[in-house]
């Protein structure tokens, strides 16, 4: 049970904005949003993560929706190289984190 | 940067062989887990440690063993390898930052293919 809900694909225009919805309604309080991706053949790389106020970093910004049901990670400028799957997944501090399938993000020319 | 590493990308065993994977992290964080990816089951948690010689079940540990004897490095075992445990094999390490939460940070993976 990966607590998550996330689409299977999207697709994204280089340079244009990414936005990925996730889905996760059952989130309890003391459980944080974690955002990863894996591009072909490497292990997930840490992208973001928020617990309730939106972040931003040089990667990317969270949106988390005011009750916390929902969250949106943004790739302001998507690249080519940022063609991969994309990760949804809450969990608690020191807890194993649950993946479940991702949304495989194509960047096109 | 965190970097955490694994002994081997690609290995090939034969059934009933003993495998070890070895993960080794170089920035002393406590907690060290083994996962396996396969191909639409996502990430799938085998075992985690939370300290030196500590270890707890995941979601599928059967067939699977873990040792910790040493805070950097999370070793997996397998101790008769069989054909269902062909997958890609990833260690990851986290540390937990009070009020901020806690990042975990992934090896490269071990692609194991058992024939």
């Known amino acids: 049970d990966a607590k998550t809900t996330q689409p299977p694909s999207m697709d994204c225009a280089e340079g244009r904005a990414a936005n990925l919805p996730c889905n996760h309604s059952?989130?309890?309080?003391?459980?944080?949003v974690y955002w990863y991706r894996q591009i072909h053949s490497q292990g997930p790389q840490y992208i973001i993560h928020g617990l309730k106020n939106n972040e931003t970093n040089e990667m990317a910004s969270l949106i988390i929706t005011e009750d916390r049901k929902s969250s949106t990670l943004i790739l302001p400028h998507a690249t080519l190289r940022d063609t991969a799957v994309y990760y949804c997944?809450?969990?608690?501090?020191?807890?194993?984190?649950?993946f479940g399938g991702g949304t495989r993000l194509m960047v096109k020319p | 940067d965190v970097k955490v590493t694994q002994s081997s990308r690609y290995l090939v065993k034969r059934t009933g062989e003993k495998v070890f994977l070895e993960c080794v992290q170089d920035?002393?964080?406590?907690?060290m887990f083994w996962y396996r990816q396969d191909p639409g089951l996502g990430l799938r948690l085998i075992y985690f440690s939370y300290d030196v010689k500590m270890k707890e079940k995941g979601d599928i540990p059967e067939g699977y063993s873990v040792s910790r004897e040493k805070k950097e490095r999370f070793s997996l075992i397998l101790e008769s390898a069989s054909t269902n445990q062909t997958s890609m094999y990833l260690c990851a390490s986290s540390l937990w930052i009070p009020g901020q939460g806690y990042e975990q940070y992934f090896g490269p993976g071990t692609r194991l293919t058992v024939t």
């Open positions: 920035m002393d964080h406590e907690n």
């Open positions: 997944i809450v969990g608690v501090a020191g807890n194993m984190l649950t």
């Open positions: 059952t989130i309890s309080g003391n459980e944080y």
